[in-house]
């Protein structure tokens, strides 16, 4: 199947190169982009097509994937909708965009599946969730869930969880970012060089995020398993706690989702 991408931002290019990594080949790829220089460059780089316009892309593609912002959409899909099919497959990557807004933005399109991945997926290292509209066959489906194999891990869920998603894997990188470079401060407070430290504390949430997926041990009892009796660990563990950081972070998963409701 030939994919066709809608927009050369960072999420769109990252996933056509996740796409082409895990054996996509580049010739079966498309791309159209409002910035021309900067869509050419990246095509040049990559090996794949670039289309001059939007109905260009979508006459010729098989999937098309609308990797806009969410204020874009509209006028991305008034370009595309006359050109979709029945047979061509369209996918969005935007938040707060139901199906249901998707098919009116379409004329009632009914092969849509809808998207959130999240960054990570620059690195191959992305979590995706994926919805269908009821006109997506089990085939067609497989085909849009290999491409986002191909950035990370993805996985199909009811729609009405995908506003928890984009709290929970969607908007959450940020907060993963922040307690980084907290956990680096820290350790510059104690007098370890910036750049060492923040090696240290990215590493080492990469390796505990790892155990969790690879143990399949509650998150709980891998923290209880580095606490030690009247050790080091449980005291800053105790101080987390004290200052609200579990709660601080489900607010923020919270917040997130409730503004992908109302967006």
């Known amino acids: 199947m030939k994919l066709g991408v809608i927009g050369a931002g960072n999420m769109g290019t990252a996933i056509i190169k996740g796409y082409i990594a895990s054996g996509a080949d580049p010739k079966t790829i498309y791309v159209a982009g409002h910035n021309a220089e900067r869509t050419a460059a990246f095509a040049g780089e990559t090996g ?3 289309c001059k316009n939007i109905r260009s892309l979508t006459e010729q593609c098989d999937i098309v994937m609308a ?39 379409t004329a009632g399109y009914e092969k849509i599946v809808r998207v959130m991945p999240n960054t990570p997926a620059m690195v191959n290292e992305g979590m995706s969730a994926l919805c269908r509209e009821n006109g997506v066959s089990d085939e067609d489906f497989a085909e849009v869930m290999k491409i986002f194999r191909g950035i990370g891990t993805a996985e199909e869920i009811p729609e009405k969880l995908m506003d928890a998603v984009v709290g929970v894997s969607g908007s959450s990188p940020a907060f ?57 660990t449980i005291e800053g563990v105790c101080a987390l706690e004290e200052a609200g ?16 409701k109302n967006m």
Do not use: W
């Open 48 to 50: 794949i097509g670039v």
């Open 67 to 105: 990797a806009v912002k969410p204020k874009d959409m509209a006028a991305a899909l008034a370009e595309a909708a006359p050109h979709l099919d029945g047979q061509k497959i369209l996918v969005s990557i935007a938040a707060g965009l139901t199906l249901n807004n998707l098919k009116d933005m």
């Open 176 to 232: 993963v970012y922040i307690f980084i470079e907290a956990l680096a401060d820290g350790a510059v407070l104690e007098g370890m060089p910036r750049a060492q430290a923040m090696r240290f504390a990215a590493q080492t949430v990469l390796g505990s995020a790892k155990m969790v997926l690879e143990t399949g041990q509650h998150p709980g009892a891998l923290k209880d398993a580095v606490c030690s009796p009247a050790g080091t």
């Open 245 to 260: 950081f579990r709660h601080a972070v489900i607010r923020a998963v919270e917040k997130a989702a409730e503004k992908s």
